[in-house]
Structure formats: structure tokens, C-alpha cells
């Protein structure tokens, strides 16, 4: 074969390796330089060359186009359009972006039909709902972020995390997304663990989720339970809110679960020392305190000394003189001063006497005195917690009172 025959031999097969380039194409390209925010690079097997801008290497605008790629590497990208025979500037507008959005697209489709999970990312809250970076854009209807009404969707910017895949249409470039789904899931797994779990008297930690009139709803992470107001706290209160806020962390007691009725009873004031607990500095026998008249009954009167602490002043103890009703000489409301008799912490009983603090008609004073410090008696309990002689009065000590008129 002559030089000349050997030559044309090259040049034909040269020019059969060469590729026609067509829009759409996958192609691979060299890196021949980095010039003006774009790559020029030399198509593989076209004998050509195409240009690559940052907007087509990323989605992020900001990143610098030397951090991307360098002279020599080769990439694969997507031919997007023809630019003529333009040698300095390239002949096609190439994309590496949209080659991997279009890997992207495939592997959501396949996800769909597999009835798969995505995990995306909120970029930007929009009208109407969140976009999502699922490697391509996604869209959450805003009813379809959490499982209840959300009024600020910006506090989701920033969170990672799994949605459902409700519509996909690669050519227009639309992904519907749904969280709600995931969420209501999630929730029923937690709360059927919890419920299997959690026992009367059990302390557990959680928070504040909702306020209401008649109590608190705690979020025991995945599920509410309800502190009732009266459950709260010792001291009396009038609104939950008064003391509590939402999202405070508190600590409480389980009273009841019934998992029929999705219902959890809880305490806090179950963990906090209770005004009895303290009785014996608030009230210590033989001391006199002021109180206020809470109830009048037939037998006697009950007086608050404290927040939370009543004790029964029995209307043998009430006045010297014979009385018909407590309703007599008391009404609700009033302050009054009293000796404590004696004190029962543990069945939250305390015996008080108005009666001991004043004198009795015609006796002197240091007698009266003396009568009433050794005023201290101890009766026979009856079911409801209080002595028989609470109860029906000390019948012989009025009689010897009378007498003395």
C-alpha cells in the first residue's frame, strides 16, 4: 500500500469515527478550558467542541465553576442545543445538570411504581405550599405537610425528611409530594407503642401541646395526654395558662390509660410536695393560726390554713356557749383564729378549736388559760376519717358546760 493509498486509508477512518451530534444526545466531554463562568470542553468522537455554564454544572448559583471540574476531566452531559459553528465560543450548549436530573427522574418513576418513599429537603416556602430538593424540584401542597392545619410553613425550611410521591410528570417537570401521609403513619406506630408500654404510675416526660379551659395536653411523642386542671398544681388555679405555657417541658404522673377510648389521664402535681406534706411547720399542734371559713355542716365548720389544707373545727369546739348549728356564729368566708388540736398527715385529717383561744364566760383568765392548753383529746375514728366525737359532739362536755352558767 503506497504512502497516498495509506493516508486516504486514516483519513476515511477517521472520518467514520466521527459522530454526528444531535440535541438529546449523551455525550462525553473533555475539559479544555475554564473561561467566562463556563467550561469549553471537546466532544468525545465529534471532532467538535460545546460549552458547559455554571447554571448547567449546578443548581446552586453561587458555587464557584473552577470547585466543579478542571482541565482535563472528562464528564458525561446531555446535548441541549446547536450554537453554529461558533469556534470560540463552541458549537453546542451542553448540560451535566440536566443528565443527572434526567438519571433522577428515571429512579423517582421507578420509586413510584414501587410504591417507594422519597427523602427531599425544603428549599423555599412558596403560595400555596413548600419546594422540595428531592435532586430534583418537588412540590407539598400545603395541606399536605402535616396532618393538621399549618399556619408558618417557614419553620420548615432547612428539615430533611420523607414524603410520598402522589403525582410525577418528568416532561413538565412537575413532582407532587405529599408528607401528611407519612406523618399520620408515624404517629399510629407511636402510639401504639406508647400505649403498650405505659402503665398507671409511671413518671414520663413531655410537652406542653395544647391549652385549654379544663387542663393541658401534654405530647407524650406521638400521642396527648391530659393534665386536668385540677391536676395541675396544689394551689388552686384558675387557667391552665396562668402557669403553664405551650411547648414547656414538664414532668408527669400517668393516673389512667384506657387505649379503647385513646385517653391518658396525667398529674403534675402528683410529683410536687403537697401542703400536707408541710403541715407540721404550717400548722404544728398547738398553735394558733388564722383561717378562712370554708363550709358550714351540721357538725362543725372547715377552715383553710393553708392552700389545699381544710380542718374541721367541731362544733363542740366552736363557742363556749350551746350552739344549735355552726351557721349561728359562722358564716363562709369569715377569718378566724384557731388552735390545732392535732394532726393526721396521712389521711389529711387536722382537729381545730375556735373556742380554745377564748375565755370562757366567768372562769379567770390564767384558769381559762390552763383549761384551754390541756384541751387535747383523742376520740375513736369513724369510716369517713373524722372521730365520733367530730361527729356527734362531745354530748357530757356540754352538759357540764351548761352547768356552769
Same mark, same amino acid.
Given at each position: ?5 495509506? #493516508?486516504?486509508? +486514516? ?8 459522530? %454526528? /451530534? =444531535?440535541?438529546?444526545? @449523551? !455525550? *462525553? &466531554? ?75 427522574? #428515571?429512579?423517582? +418513576? ?8 422519597? %427523602? /427531599? =429537603?425544603?428549599?423555599? @416556602? !412558596? *403560595? &400555596? ?277
Amino acid at each position: 500500500m503506497s504512502d497516498q493509498d495509506y #493516508s486516504q486509508s +486514516e483519513m476515511e477512518k477517521a472520518l467514520n469515527g466521527v459522530h %454526528e /451530534v =444531535k440535541i438529546g444526545d @449523551v !455525550v *462525553k &466531554g473533555e475539559v479544555l478550558a475554564i473561561d467566562d463562568n463556563q467550561l469549553v470542553v471537546g466532544i468525545q468522537d465529534a471532532g467538535v467542541e460545546g460549552v458547559v455554564p455554571l447554571k448547567e454544572l449546578t443548581a446552586d448559583r453561587n458555587a464557584d465553576i473552577k470547585d466543579q471540574a478542571k482541565v482535563g476531566d472528562v464528564i458525561d452531559l446531555v446535548v441541549l442545543a446547536g450554537l453554529g459553528h461558533d469556534k470560540e465560543n463552541g458549537s453546542y450548549l451542553l448540560s451535566k445538570r440536566r443528565l443527572e436530573a434526567r438519571k433522577v427522574w #428515571s429512579e423517582i +418513576e421507578d420509586k413510584f411504581k414501587a410504591g417507594e418513599t422519597l %427523602e /427531599v =429537603k425544603v428549599r423555599e @416556602v !412558596v *403560595k &400555596g405550599g413548600l419546594v422540595v430538593d428531592a435532586g430534583v424540584r418537588g412540590f407539598i401542597p400545603a395541606s399536605m405537610v402535616d396532618d393538621h392545619y399549618v399556619d408558618d410553613l417557614k419553620k420548615y425550611v432547612g428539615q430533611s425528611f420523607e414524603v410520598k410521591i402522589i403525582e410525577i410528570e418528568p416532561s413538565e417537570n412537575r413532582l407532587i409530594l405529599s408528607r401528611r401521609e407519612i406523618v399520620k403513619e408515624e404517629k399510629a406506630a407511636k402510639k401504639a407503642e406508647i400505649f403498650a408500654n405505659l402503665l398507671p404510675g409511671d413518671v414520663v416526660e413531655g410537652q406542653v401541646a395544647r391549652l385549654t379551659n379544663f387542663g393541658a395536653f401534654i405530647d407524650l411523642g406521638g400521642i396527648d395526654g391530659l393534665v386536668h386542671i385540677s391536676e395541675i398544681s396544689h394551689d388552686h388555679v384558675d387557667k391552665p395558662s396562668d402557669v403553664l405555657k405551650v411547648g414547656q417541658d414538664v414532668k408527669v404522673k400517668v393516673l389512667s390509660v384506657d387505649a379503647d377510648k385513646d385517653r391518658i389521664s396525667l398529674s403534675m402535681k402528683a410529683l410536687q410536695p403537697g401542703p400536707w406534706d408541710k403541715i407540721a411547720e404550717i400548722a404544728p399542734v398547738g398553735s394558733a393560726i388564722e383561717g378562712t371559713v370554708k363550709r358550714l355542716t351540721a357538725f362543725g365548720a372547715f377552715v383553710e390554713v393553708a392552700p389545699g389544707v381544710e380542718g374541721l373545727v367541731h362544733i363542740s369546739q366552736i363557742s363556749h356557749q350551746h350552739i344549735a348549728t355552726p351557721n349561728d356564729v359562722l358564716k363562709e368566708g369569715e377569718k378566724v383564729q384557731v388552735k390545732v388540736l392535732s394532726e393526721d398527715p396521712e389521711n389529711k385529717r387536722l382537729s381545730l378549736s375556735i373556742k380554745a383561744l377564748t375565755e370562757k364566760p366567768g372562769e379567770p383568765e390564767e384558769k381559762a388559760a390552763d383549761h384551754n392548753n390541756n384541751e387535747h383529746f383523742e376520740m375513736p375514728e369513724t369510716s369517713n376519717g373524722f372521730s365520733l366525737g367530730e361527729m356527734i359532739g362531745d354530748a357530757l362536755k356540754n352538759d357540764s358546760d351548761d352547768s356552769d352558767k
